[in-house]
């Protein structure tokens, strides 16, 4: 018989490729066809494993990871709300999984660990970003109890893309 275990923790400086992998995996699946192709060429280029590895390093970053059965399957970036106009403490700025491992729970345990995280450090409330026309992340936080509270405009490349900010108390 065999035992899959599965951890949610803060990430290190170790795990920047596999999170790198994620990353790379789930902005294409996600974002194919919503944000120009060489627009996400470019952002993806970006976040390689030397990007991760200088934000895990940091003191205080608020990276968490998904490890399924001894390999990185997910992450998340988290920390103070970025809009003050909304009044929501913290915020998860990222939170993807590998296309293989989504629709299993696992989005759900990371963002409940999240949120227990940002509660820990008193940013009470939360705020997440998604672009409307990612419809599975729409459906993800809809199905998470979040709340439409803004929307935004945002260029990406030539396409100018809505965002919308899911709110919960």
């Known amino acids: 018989m065999s035992t899959v275990l599965i951890d949610i923790r803060p990430a290190c400086s170790r795990d920047a490729v596999g999170i790198?992998?994620?990353h790379d995996e789930?902005?294409?699946t996600a974002y194919r066809g919503i944000i120009p192709a060489v627009t996400l060429g470019k952002m993806m280029a970006r976040r390689g494993p030397d990007y991760?590895?200088?934000l895990t390093a940091r003191r205080g970053a608020g990276t968490m990871v998904l490890v399924f059965d001894g390999e990185v399957a997910g992450y998340a970036t988290l920390g103070p709300n970025r809009v003050k106009r909304l009044a929501y403490g913290g915020e998860?700025?990222?939170l993807y999984l590998m296309p293989t491992h989504q629709g299993i729970g696992l989005g759900r345990r990371v963002f409940r660990?999240?949120?227990k995280v940002l509660n820990a450090n008193k940013l009470n409330g939360l705020v997440v970003w998604a672009l409307e026309d990612n419809v599975q992340a729409r459906q993800f936080y809809t199905a998470l109890g979040g709340v439409e509270v803004a929307?935004?405009?945002e260029p990406f490349g030539?396409?100018?893309l809505t965002k919308i900010a899911f709110g919960w108390t």
Do not use: D, F, Q
């Open 20 to 22: 790198s992998k994620v």
């Open 26 to 28: 789930a902005w294409e």
């Open 52 to 54: 991760w590895s200088r």
């Open 92 to 94: 998860i700025y990222e």
């Open 113 to 115: 660990e999240a949120r």
């Open 151 to 153: 929307r935004t405009i």
């Open 158 to 160: 030539e396409a100018k």
